[in-house]
């Protein structure tokens, strides 16, 4: 009988979706979404196959209550496959589990790989759901050749395709269960953003303010004008200080209203430096026009609350469907690599965008490879231009030519004439102070009245803090919870602002775009990129081309930690070769005649991403296991303090929610295991959950330092 089965059921309204119906609405939006990319009609195809699994009574049974469990995946897969539809019976296998690995022919039919479910379907262990023979017409499908030339097209491909089919389900499910009402949507043009950036930056160009004012400007110009160009792949060279955040901007808005593109999308490497983008951007579009999707954000969920009092970016942040998005690059890369669909849902809203990659030298050395190459996969095969964006370019030229991603492409230059400009902007001098023991480097800091010292372990920013006279002396490193930075960064810029005493001695975690200016940093040997980093919180706000900065770089009496080992060494190739290590000439020299050279092209693929990617089992689970770019290992400490007490007490009572861990992270320090198993096997630790924990020693915290990172710094209570 016709529509007689249904899909979902409403409890509140008492309303049914009928199978069909959902079929129907979800292939549509499937379809429009895979269109983006030129797949319009496969993703039709898995719109109408997802569900049909729910043709069989025992759904049916289940729908009304039954608690029996009921597979109505696996039909949809089976039929695909019939159908000699790989992609598609991928897509619907994982449409709620998630992608599987794809297995063989002979894996047993409990096997959660997608051979062992087919085998399922062939082994007759479905329930029947032949009734959806009597309402549904498979639509005809097809691959696009592209993406069937290379096998890491195919496996890219597919996870994008279920992208459009997980969203489309998510979507369609959600208009019923909303009685047809749409909550998503209503935000401006992509035009109108625009028109707000150029009557922003008018005065600028109008009446530029000294000479700063007017290279700045210069450099706007030159973005704005390279956005007439063809979508591809380009680089942003611009020094600290050149005004690149809104530069390249300018140039995404223009190079999308150009070319017809859809979205920009904004992939910055840490939180922190998020928050001041965000920060920036809202000043010019408004408040609540910019996405913001990283682990601290926070939005209006409306749960429980009557008359839908809902932030509409706390939706858009599951699927990216907004004109500008802010997110770093954990969640940007690991998405692309995920299985998951709360992970994959966003993905084909990448297509059609300009994405800009934010301090693109920090793009993570272990996954660079990976990283390459699906951004290669963007750019080639889906309609986005990337924008490397960075002041010290890290010479990926030859990962784009190698791997099959871009073969002879030349990323496009925005910036003009790099060298001069890097001259022109050039307010600081590196010196080799040699080597320094923590004794050596707080007397030198001492000496100043101002300065910054970064350093390269948590342990040695602690005790050379503690060295410090105590008047404005400060430290930042990830040992202290979020709150507690961000309340010591408040106080570091009020006193450089008056000119007080203000000694910094911090982790890396200051050195890439946080906004502070010392006339002094001291820089433990680490990375080129990272030395020029730091670099660039010294004499910010000082005249261009005159130099009045001076970055002292010395070699710690502890060695770096082991993971850093290679990144020093080919520092100090640029230190032995250059006069000026922050030259691009130099920069381009560390990058590709060493640093990339002396890791090998293996440790730039640590985990093998790229063998699974091509491996013809399409393994999409084993690769998101393998792709995590922050060491999962890590436990996480949450610190008990006015502000968190409460939180932790709904913690206790309620349990866990999205929103409840992200307002509980501004407490939270990550340790490794051995750190977390001396503070619990010693009692310092209530465990309230896997790998987390409450400090329930309030010694082992302070707000200067943070954990101890040795119980034998907390007071000595254990000895």
């Known amino acids: 009988m016709k529509n007689a089965y249904c899909a979902h059921r409403n409890d509140e309204t008492g309303t049914t979706q009928s199978v069909l119906s959902h079929l129907q609405g979800t292939a549509e939006l499937a379809a429009g979404f895979a269109a983006a990319f030129g797949a319009g009609m496969e993703g039709r195809r898995c719109g109408m196959l997802h569900d049909v699994g729910k043709y069989s009574d025992a759904f049916q049974r289940r729908l009304n209550g039954s608690p029996e469990s009921v597979d109505h995946s696996t039909a949809g897969a089976a039929e695909a496959?019939?159908?000699?539809?790989?992609?598609?019976?991928?897509?619907?296998?994982?449409?709620?589990?998630?992608?599987?690995?794809?297995?063989?022919?002979?894996?047993?039919?409990?096997?959660?790989?997608?051979?062992?479910?087919?085998?399922?379907?062939?082994?007759?262990?479905?329930?029947?759901?032949?009734?959806?023979?009597?309402?549904?017409?498979?639509?005809?499908?097809?691959?696009?050749?592209?993406?069937?030339?290379?096998?890491?097209s195919g496996f890219f491909f597919t996870r994008m395709l279920y992208s459009c089919l997980v969203d489309a389900d998510f979507l369609d499910t959600e208009r019923f269960m909303k009685n047809g009402a749409a909550e998503r949507g209503d935000f401006p043009a992509l035009a109108e953003y625009r028109g707000k950036l150029a009557a922003y930056t008018a005065p600028w160009l109008e009446k530029p303010r000294g000479e700063l004012g007017e290279k700045r400007s210069a450099i706007l110009r030159a973005a704005d004008a390279a956005g007439v160009r063809k979508p591809g792949l380009f680089t942003f060279t611009a020094p600290t200080g050149s005004g690149k955040t809104i530069a390249s901007m300018s140039f995404a808005l223009a190079h999308a209203e150009a070319n017809d593109l859809r979205r920009v999308i904004y992939v910055i490497p840490y939180c922190s430096i998020i928050e001041q983008t965000q920060a920036v951007f809202e000043s010019v579009f408004g408040d609540g026009s910019i996405v913001a999707h990283y682990a601290d954000v926070e939005y209006k969920t409306g749960e429980n609350k009557a008359g839908g009092d809902r932030d509409k970016r706390y939706l858009a942040a599951e699927n990216w469907d907004a004109p500008v998005i802010l997110t770093t690059t954990v969640q940007f890369f690991e998405s692309l690599f995920g299985c998951r669909s709360s992970r994959c849902r966003k993905l084909h809203n990448l297509a059609g965008s300009v994405i800009i990659f934010d301090e693109a030298q920090m793009l993570p050395a272990p996954f660079l490879r990976p990283c390459i190459a699906a951004i290669a996969e963007l750019v080639k095969n889906y309609g986005c231009t990337a924008v490397l964006c960075t002041a010290t370019q890290p010479a990926l030229d030859k990962l784009f030519d190698t791997d099959g991603n871009l073969p002879g492409a030349t990323p496009v230059e925005i910036c003009p004439d790099r060298e001069k400009l890097y001259e022109q902007f050039r307010r600081v001098r590196y010196e080799n102070a040699g080597k320094l023991s923590d004794q050596e480097l707080a007397e030198r800091l001492s000496a100043q009245t101002q300065a910054l010292c970064v350093v390269n372990r948590r342990d040695q920013a602690q005790t050379v803090f503690a060295l410090l006279p105590e008047e404005g002396r400060f430290h930042l490193s990830t040992a202290m919870c979020p709150d507690d930075r961000r309340k010591k960064l408040d106080a570091i810029r009020r006193r450089l602002k008056e000119g007080k005493p203000c000694r910094v001695v911090s982790t890396?975690?200051?050195?890439?775009?946080?906004?502070?200016?010392?006339?002094?940093?001291?820089?433990?040997?680490?990375?080129?990129?990272?030395?020029?980093?730091?670099?660039?919180?010294?004499?910010?706000?000082?005249?261009?081309?005159?130099?009045?900065?001076?970055?002292?770089?010395?070699?710690?009496?502890?060695?770096?930690?082991?993971?850093?080992?290679?990144?020093?060494?080919?520092?100090?190739?640029?230190?032995?070769?250059?006069?000026?290590?922050?030259?691009?000439?130099?920069?381009?020299?560390?990058?590709?005649?060493?640093?990339?050279?002396?890791?090998?092209?293996?440790?730039?693929?640590?985990?093998?991403?790229?063998?699974?990617?091509?491996?013809?089992?399409?393994?999409?689970?084993?690769?998101?296991?393998?792709?995590?770019?922050?060491d999962s290992a890590q436990f996480t400490v949450y610190i008990p303090a006015a502000d968190s007490v409460p939180l932790l007490a709904e913690l206790e009572r309620f349990g866990p929610s999205r929103a409840l861990m992200r307002r509980l992270g501004q407490y939270a320090v990550g340790v490794y295991p051995q750190h977390y198993n001396e503070l619990k096997n010693a009692g310092a630790l209530k465990e309230i959950g896997e790998n987390a924990a409450v400090l329930e020693d309030a010694r082992?915290?302070?707000?200067?330092?943070?954990?101890?990172?040795?119980?034998?710094?907390?007071?000595?209570?254990?000895?």
């Open 508 to 630: 890396s975690l200051v050195e890439a775009g946080v906004d502070v200016d010392f006339p002094v940093v001291f820089r433990a040997l680490a990375g080129l990129d990272s030395i020029i980093q730091a670099g660039g919180r010294c004499n910010r706000e000082g005249t261009p081309g005159v130099v009045n900065g001076t970055v002292y770089v010395f070699e710690s009496e502890k060695p770096a930690p082991r993971m850093l080992a290679q990144n020093v060494a080919a520092a100090k190739y640029a230190l032995a070769k250059f006069d000026d290590i922050a030259s691009p000439k130099a920069v381009s020299a560390y990058f590709s005649e060493f640093f990339y050279i002396e890791k090998g092209m293996d440790a730039l693929d640590e985990k093998g991403i790229l063998r699974l990617c091509g491996s013809p089992e399409m393994p999409f689970s084993q690769v998101a296991e393998r792709f995590h770019i922050i």
């Open 81 to 152: 496959a019939r159908l000699g539809d790989v992609p598609a019976a991928f897509c619907v296998a994982g449409h709620h589990a998630g992608l599987p690995d794809g297995g063989n022919k002979y894996d047993d039919d409990d096997k959660p790989t997608l051979w062992g479910r087919l085998n399922r379907a062939k082994d007759g262990r479905l329930e029947d759901y032949g009734g959806f023979r009597e309402e549904v017409e498979i639509p005809a499908g097809e691959v696009p050749k592209q993406f069937l030339r290379t096998a890491e």
């Open 700 to 719: 082992l915290y302070s707000g200067d330092t943070g954990l101890a990172l040795t119980l034998e710094e907390g007071c000595g209570l254990f000895s």
